[in-house]
């Protein structure tokens, strides 16, 4: 049986986190182009079902080695498109578009190889971090390998996400404490880190969190993408710290793609096209502002 296990990870220095230089063995390049989703809606009393349209023909690329974060408003379709392009939401009428992975649609073999982060961890209070790792490993790894190989693995994402000072420590819940939010976050991306994901997905990795904490996890997923993990995240309001750390930014406007391109070039292109800030601001700030349809300060 074919595993999905890449080579283990070398253990790093310093801060104690392992660097991420094991090489993705299968690389996944995703292309997405002119996406359309639709739901159903209920019509009040005798009106006839209706439809709303979610994602209005959006497109973009993300290839190995590169970090794609989502912008928008709430409710702009930030989650919808990670949840399609994740495969989570069946090809039907009701989804339209080419979404292509390393050139074909979405199969079981790239299931396996995709890690999806949801943005409400479920993950059970009172076991500790080793815990809930190793009993993931155990349940989630390959019957080819022996208990041992799986709680090596665990361990080996415990160093590579930097939770081995809380390894002990309870998850925790609203009734009961336990580690931090990032830690927390940390565990749930651990979760999917086991699988060794070729194409990882992340709902709000950094919701409710600091800044600070929030570089950290952003850091961290940016260090996987030197692996050649191909990486996508939808985000809030990240600072310009982060918002440059993305090799790619999709900016969604009530379901439409305003902007897909590099970070850096975000500002540049919105200048030439008439909208350019009259004071320095983060750049995150002032394209959520445009797709609220903000003209920021005026
Ligand atoms: N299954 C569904 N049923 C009803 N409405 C839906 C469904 N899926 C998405 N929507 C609607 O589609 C729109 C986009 O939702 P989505 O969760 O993708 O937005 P978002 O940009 O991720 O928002 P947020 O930042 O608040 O999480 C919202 O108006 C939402 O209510």
């Not at 815990?131 to 415990?158: C, N």
Request: glycine residues 12%.
């Amino acid at each position: 049986m074919e595993t999905e296990m890449e080579p283990q990870p070398k253990r790093g220095t310093g801060d104690g986190r392992g660097s991420t230089v094991a090489r993705v063995r299968r690389p996944v390049t995703l292309k997405f182009e002119d996406v359309v989703y639709r739901i159903k809606t209920k019509g009040k009393g005798k009106a006839k079902q209706g439809e709303r349209v979610i994602l209005k023909g959006v497109s973009g690329a993300v290839s190995p080695g590169e970090m794609l974060a989502m912008l928008g408003p709430s409710g702009s379709g930030k989650t919808t498109l990670l949840t399609v392009l994740g495969g989570r939401i069946g090809r039907t009428r009701l989804l339209t578009g080419s979404i292509t992975y390393n050139g074909k649609p979405f199969t079981n073999s790239l299931k396996r190889r995709t890690g999806f982060v949801t943005q409400d961890d479920v993950l059970y209070p009172h076991l500790t971090v080793t815990e809930t790792l190793v009993y993931t490993a155990l349940l989630r790894l390959p019957s080819t390998l022996s208990r041992q190989e799986k709680t090596a693995r665990a361990e080996a994402v415990m160093a590579q996400l930097g939770l081995t000072a809380c390894r002990s420590s309870i998850i925790g819940g609203p009734l009961v404490r336990g580690v931090s939010g990032g830690e927390r976050k940390r565990v749930s991306i651990g979760q999917e880190m086991l699988i060794d994901p070729s194409l990882l997905l992340l709902d709000e990795p950094t919701s409710g969190l600091d800044s600070t904490i929030a570089g950290r996890i952003v850091s961290t997923l940016w260090d996987l993408t030197k692996g050649g993990k191909t990486v996508i995240m939808t985000i809030h309001q990240p600072s310009s710290r982060l918002f440059y750390m993305f090799h790619k930014v999709l900016l969604l406007s009530d379901g439409n793609s305003i902007y897909f391109g590099k970070g850096s070039d975000a500002m540049d292109y919105f200048a030439s096209v008439g909208y350019a800030p009259t004071v320095p601001m983060n750049p995150a700030d002032f394209l959520l502002d445009l797709a609220n349809g903000t003209r920021p300060l005026h």
